[in-house]
């Protein structure tokens, strides 16, 4: 294979990694959504350390652990802004109601 | 689906994010190794605008634009330094001789 076909490899595993980071953001709202309608606290620091633990058992290469949760902390980050958005009704909050780290999905 | 069922969906799903983002770094180091061995130039700058505006054409939501290229952000970071660390003979390089934005994948 040369350059051409390996990025034509990375496009396609771009295509499905935009779908399977929007279904992980979709669950993301929904559990935002059954927390704000049943009353449950949004903040259970146990879940990302669990969610941390699970990618790590599951990685085999060639991107060492270090690499793999560099990349996880960006994406709970952003999966924690969109929960909170959804425990706020659907619509981004104003900046001054955020609490940082106290939504785990 | 309560919060549990939501929580093995995502975790069923980072089993496959992690499987993804694995082959894409391998692609990344192929990538690399091609570079090395043929002495082409590894800083072609047009290439990381090109995978952000394929992901922002396959992205049909619920992350917006720009949650998705913060993610990106991270993730094509992450795979310059696999694919630096594959040109500079598969170890990581030392500090003082990475340079930032040179290569892309």
Redesign the interface.
């Known amino acids: 294979?040369?350059?051409a076909d390996?990025?034509k490899?990375?496009?396609e595993?771009?295509?499905?990694?935009?779908?399977?980071?929007?279904?992980?953001?979709?669950?993301?709202?929904?559990?935002g959504r059954?927390?704000r309608d049943t009353n449950?606290p949004v903040y259970e620091p146990e879940?990302e350390k669990i969610?941390f633990e699970?990618?790590k058992r599951?990685?085999?290469?060639?991107?060492d652990d270090r690499?793999?949760l560099?990349?996880y902390?960006?994406?709970i980050?952003?999966m924690r802004?969109?929960q909170k958005q959804s425990i706020g009704g659907d619509a981004p909050p104003p900046a001054d109601t955020e609490i940082e780290g106290q939504v785990n999905?």
Chains 1, 2 share one sequence.
């Open positions: 294979m040369d350059i390996w990025r490899q990375i496009d595993l771009d295509r499905r990694l935009v779908e399977l980071l929007n279904q992980r953001a979709r669950a993301a709202q929904e559990i059954l927390k449950l879940r969610i699970n990618v599951i990685n085999h290469g060639p991107l690499d793999l560099r990349i902390e960006r994406m980050d952003v802004q969109i999905d």
